[in-house]
């Protein structure tokens, strides 16, 4: 007994220092520069984010990090204001609200009731933000319905509890011919720099699953910022979720008449019309590109470094469940997904439709 105590006790320390060891890693390890070094950017984000927050005919640099350099400080700049307009009863311009979308079958989406100036911040992305290796599996285990994955590998978990300026997970995707109105931006936000009000405002619309271990989790908050791309007046948010590497928008093939919509996140409970079906992409459309064979393919981006790593590969169909291998540092593993497939911008609902799981990168 005295050795069968020993060993569990030693397994014990081992697996809590295994934890404190991944908690550390993730929080440390800048995959964002390793992702750029790998030649996986974020130009087009970069240079549209600029475009949008900047005068019209404004001369923009021509090097991506120079852009990134002042996007950074800007994005802070916008979050700053449009935590202060939260924080404030009296909200000025326009107000966001949770409707039934204005595409078929769409289920609920965010509205714009008002206008808005080109590059304000109308909404944030609401949610429970996960670090980027034990988060992803805590994802994983729990069944998110509306994981977004950030460019730093860290993940949002949206909730569409939220009202007014938190509706962000509830944005759609354009119909095909449509393009968007708003844009995701990240940003890593200093609560310290806010006024009382806004801090407690940013706390309200993001916080860490789990209290970081190397930096105040208190002070340093991120979060996922919803930017105009033009001026906005009482119509519905659509953001694009397929993104391109050539600064294009990738084609959106027709839907069937009768099949899923390329909508955005909705939420597929008994809440909903039973005209409210679960979001599939197009078939044409290439959502996941684990596989150097698919990296341009539909001349949409690569993955994240760490997503590409951890996401599944390949998949087939057994016993009416759907089965996933994962390939992660080196050794292929089996695991088994229950029928909620994850579609799109991270949505997760019970079709059977076909579709290739994975966590998109804002």
């Not at 890593?188 to 699953?209: E, G, K, N, T, V």
């Amino acid at each position: 007994p005295k050795a069968r105590m020993r060993r569990a006790g030693a397994v014990s320390v081992a697996a809590c220092s295994a934890w404190v060891a991944a908690r550390v890693v993730e929080e440390q390890i800048p995959f964002e520069v390793i992702d750029r070094r790998l030649g996986i950017d974020r130009s087009y984000e970069e240079r549209a984010f600029w475009s949008s927050t900047h005068a019209s005919g404004a001369a923009q640099p021509l090097q991506v990090a120079d852009v990134r350099s002042d996007n950074v400080a800007m994005s802070r700049t916008c979050a700053a204001g449009a935590l202060a307009e939260v924080s404030d009863s009296a909200l000025g311009g326009f107000r966001i609200s949770s409707a039934p979308s204005l595409l078929q079958d769409a289920g609920d989406g965010a509205h714009l009731s008002g206008s808005a100036p080109r590059g304000s911040v109308v909404a944030f992305y609401h949610g429970i933000v996960y670090g980027p290796i034990i988060g992803r599996f805590k994802l994983a285990c729990s069944g998110s319905e509306y994981a977004l994955a950030m460019v730093d590998s860290y993940l949002i978990d949206g909730l569409t509890t939220g009202s007014g300026s938190s509706l962000g997970p509830l944005i759609n995707h354009p119909p095909p011919g449509t393009g968007p109105n708003v844009m995701f931006y990240p940003v890593c936000c200093d609560a310290d720099a806010l006024p009382a009000s806004s801090a407690a405002a940013l706390h309200r619309i993001s916080w860490y699953d789990s209290p970081p271990l190397t930096f105040d989790g208190r002070r340093h908050v991120r979060t996922t910022l919803i930017v105009a791309l033009r001026d906005l007046e009482d119509e519905e948010l659509l953001v694009d979720y397929v993104r391109t590497r050539q600064h294009t928008r990738a084609p959106i093939p027709a839907v069937p008449p009768h099949g899923p919509t390329n909508r955005g996140p909705a939420r597929c409970d008994t809440a909903h019309s039973a005209t409210t079906r679960a979001r599939q992409p197009p078939s044409g459309t290439i959502r996941w590109r684990a596989k150097a064979k698919l990296a341009n393919a539909n001349g949409t981006r690569r993955a994240p470094l760490l997503t590409t790593l951890t996401e599944p590969t390949d998949k087939v169909r057994s016993t009416g469940k759907w089965h996933a291998t994962r390939r992660m540092h080196g050794r292929w593993m089996r695991h088994a997904l229950s029928r909620h497939r994850t579609f799109g911008n991270g949505k997760r609902s019970k079709s059977r439709s076909s579709g290739a799981p994975f966590v998109w990168a804002a």
